[in-house]
T-cell receptor
């Protein structure tokens, strides 16, 4: 079984809809991250969490919110999706910032 | 402002050739990582370099961290089609990680 899983893997939605992307990990790591990847822009950090009670905004948090339901679960929500949020979204976990980041397989989100 | 610049953005070469890709910054990083990402998958860590001037080898891949800890290079000897992918560098500073935009490498058989 994969260490980091993301659901759904693909999603097509319409402008204005609320969307939730979910991430689960079995690595036992405290730190979890949400990134989005766009062609030519690389990986950009949306939110990160150092433990269940510690949530931090990343580089591009506007239009997104997160919830850390447990050590193993970190979900990303788009309250009202817009087309420029069309991207590949990755969840990652790690022990320390300088340690390996373990990425999930990604969610491809299309907002029409 | 992009703190980590990767070059070239794209590289397509024949199998068996050697190549070097670069990751440059004007900022000092406490450590730097290289990841490889294949289509439909998340990035996977290749190496972490910590000390200025450090060189690490992973089979045909050689990674070097600059003496001033501001840049890094990845050299591939005798490239193979299996080396095809997106290579990302990531720098660590002040408990944060910053990714470059990546070099997309295509090895032609």
């Amino acid at each position: 079984d994969a260490d980091v899983t993301q659901t759904p893997r693909n999603r097509i939605t319409k402008t204005g809809k609320r969307i939730m992307l979910e991430c689960s990990q079995t690595k036992g790591h405290d730190r979890m991250y949400w990134y989005r990847q766009d062609p030519g822009l690389g990986l950009r950090l949306i939110y990160y969490s150092f433990d269940v009670k510690d949530i931090n905004k990343g580089e591009i948090s506007d239009g997104y919110s997160v919830s850390r339901q447990a050590q193993a679960k970190f979900s990303l929500s788009l309250e009202s999706a817009i087309p420029n949020q069309t991207a590949l979204y990755f969840c990652a976990t790690g022990r320390e910032v300088t340690d390996t980041q373990y990425f999930g397989p990604g969610t491809r989100l299309t907002v029409l | 402002t992009q703190l980590l610049e990767q070059s070239p953005q794209f590289l397509s070469i024949q199998e068996g050739e050697n190549l070097t890709v670069y990751c440059n910054s004007s900022s000092v990083f406490s450590s730097l990582q290289w990841y490889r990402q294949e289509p439909g998958e998340g990035p996977v860590l290749l190496v972490t370099v910590v000390t200025g001037g450090e060189v690490k080898k992973l089979k045909r891949l050689t990674f070097q961290f600059g003496d001033a800890r501001k840049d890094s290079s990845l050299h591939i000897t005798a490239a193979q089609p299996g080396d095809t992918g997106l290579y990302l560098c990531a720098g660590h500073r002040d408990d944060k990680i910053i990714f470059g935009k990546g070099t997309r490498l295509h090895i032609l058989p």
